[in-house]
């Protein structure tokens, strides 16, 4: 009787840490998980609001998963390496930021484009008459999206209270545009102090005019290495598929041997060291 009652209490005691051990983990997993979540969420909507992109955030984090568990699932059954399939699970993670990336990208280029425009349309409305303020209404109700979306955006500020000064401020906080941030510490100065807007917005605009030709010809002249560059790099890894398709048995030993490995760790280490190379030789800055 008495072995029995220490038995069964030995095991309570046994269920009893279990229960507990497990339950500290899942409870330190969910609170990481739940941390991670709300992080990966305020970015990406602070991003996509930025780009005026009004989207359900928690859909993208949860494309975000499942493409990190399938790129995960594809590399391990592929390699049937763990590590693998970890690094596989990585890029899957990756993707969609970069893809995010890609579009701010392109709508800092566009508005860059666009403000050799912009500061024509301010330059005329200055010199029919009208003030600051309205020269920047005039900008977002005849530009198109970007620029028309920001400036936009400024108007709305100062209508808030916040004095242009300060509201342009905000604008080059949000657009980390070098040329952007010229222009509106000049308006801020010329504004504040006194002087003529109209001839900085002309001058500047023939700046940008003439530095926009420039940099077209530089890239014009570098596009044949970038290319160059680029086949270069990417021929061991297109040599690599082709032999993996005629010898599947041969090429797997690369995923499954530790040596195997470590020469494909060598060789994505040396391709990305050759690719900040060629682009660091091949971006001229202006």
């Known amino acids: 009787m008495t072995d029995s009652i220490i038995r069964l ?30 992080e990966y969420m305020s970015r990406a909507s602070k991003t996509l609001t930025e780009m005026y992109v009004f989207y359900d955030v928690r859909k993208i984090f949860v494309v975000n998963l ?3 568990f399938l790129f995960f699932l594809i590399g391990t059954a592929i390699s049937g390496n763990f590590l693998i399939g970890l690094f596989m699970g ?9 893809f995010i990336l890609q579009a701010r990208k392109r709508r800092l280029k ?20 009208m003030n600051l303020v309205q020269a920047i209404e005039v900008v977002e109700y005849e530009m198109l999206p970007p620029i028309s979306q920001e400036f936009g ?31 509106v510490t000049s308006i801020n100065i010329v504004h504040s102090m006194g002087g003529n807007l109209t001839e900085i917005f002309d001058s500047m605009a023939e700046v940008l005019r003439e530095r926009n030709e420039l940099k077209g010809k530089t890239d014009a002249l570098t596009s044949q290495g970038k290319l160059q560059g680029l086949i270069v790099g990417l021929m061991p890894t297109v040599v690599g598929v082709i032999m993996y ?16 490995i470590i020469s494909i760790g060598i060789m994505l280490g040396l391709q990305i060291t050759g690719f900040f190379i060629l ?4 971006t001229i800055r202006i």
Do not use: H
Not at 279 to 282: A, E, Q, S, V
């Open 9 to 38: 209490s030995i095991y309570f005691l046994i269920f009893c840490s279990v229960s507990l051990i497990v339950w500290m983990i899942a409870r330190f997993f969910t609170e990481g998980y739940g941390a991670f979540e709300k």
């Open 66 to 68: 499942v493409l990190m």
């Open 90 to 98: 990585g890029i899957g993670y990756f993707i969609p930021k970069v």
């Open 110 to 129: 566009k508005f860059d484009t666009q403000l050799i425009d912009g500061l024509v349309v301010l330059s005329n409305a200055l010199r029919s008459g």
């Open 153 to 183: 955006l400024v108007i709305r500020e100062n209508r808030l209270g916040v004095n242009i000064e300060e509201a342009l401020d905000n604008l080059a906080r949000r657009l980390p545009l070098e040329d952007l941030k010229l222009l």
């Open 245 to 260: 398709l005629m010898d599947p048995p041969a090429m797997i030993r690369m995923f499954t041997n530790i040596w195997g």
């Open 279 to 282: 682009k660091k030789i091949t």
